[in-house]
């Protein structure tokens, strides 16, 4: 994972984190950046507190480090990153 992706890491909410491929509602209105395998599986989630779509799609775009990267707010998707080999 880059730098940036490090930057972005944020706790889970007390100590519980998603299983893998879970999606977990956000009840605090952050949108979760999740950083796509090769495999096609979850490898992590990043919250993102922004103002908007634009201001996280903006996020998200920087953590396209050798992985792709979903981004969503609750249970919508907001955009698909994909990483370029």
Do not use: N
Not at 62 to 78: M, N, P
């Amino acid at each position: 994972m880059g730098q940036r992706a490090h930057q972005l890491l944020s706790a889970c909410s007390a100590g519980k984190c998603a299983a893998e491929g879970e999606l977990v509602k956000s009840i605090d209105g952050r949108h979760r950046a999740y950083i796509i395998g090769e495999d096609k599986h979850v490898r992590s989630r990043i919250d993102l507190l922004c103002p908007d779509d634009e201001s996280a799609k903006t996020e998200a775009k920087q953590l396209v480090d050798g992985h792709s990267v979903e981004l969503w707010l609750d249970t919508r998707r907001v955009a698909i990153f994909t990483h370029k080999a």
